[in-house]
């Protein structure tokens, strides 16, 4: 099993910026993909970013140039520096850790239990 904990959210003004971090405990090793969701009370859940074991990265387009994502494998962790919030930033955001469970590539996901962010304008 992993474990993942955020921390980092809280409430910032419009034009701000934070720093999410998800570190990860356990079998870590089976870790490939991991990355951040986000999700509002109307809205499921989405893709924020994600980042591969590799360093591969890739971002949900209305977070562009805004968010950047980036991992340091030997802390097993991964952060979400958000720059230029906006309101519609604020969402329980989750980390989530894609593991690698058998030689045949099956896969498993682990979720965090979130952490808020609140842009107020």
């Known amino acids: 099993q992993v474990q993942l904990v955020e921390s980092g959210g809280g409430l910032v003004q419009a034009g701000g910026s934070l720093r999410l971090s998800c570190a990860a405990s356990?079998?870590?090793?089976?870790?490939?993909?991991m990355g951040w969701y986000r999700q509002t009370p109307r809205e499921q859940r989405e893709l924020v970013a994600a980042?591969?074991?590799?360093?591969?990265?890739n971002y949900a387009d209305s977070v562009k140039g805004r968010f950047t994502i980036s991992r340091d494998n030997a802390k097993n962790t991964v952060y979400l520096q958000m720059n230029s919030l906006k309101p519609e930033d604020t969402a329980v955001y989750y980390c989530n850790a894609e593991a690698i469970v058998s030689v045949e590539g099956a896969r498993v996901y682990h979720w965090g239990k979130g952490t808020l962010v609140t842009v107020s304008s």
């Open positions: 980042i591969s074991s590799a360093g591969n990265t």
């Open positions: 356990g079998k870590t090793y089976s870790i490939n993909t």
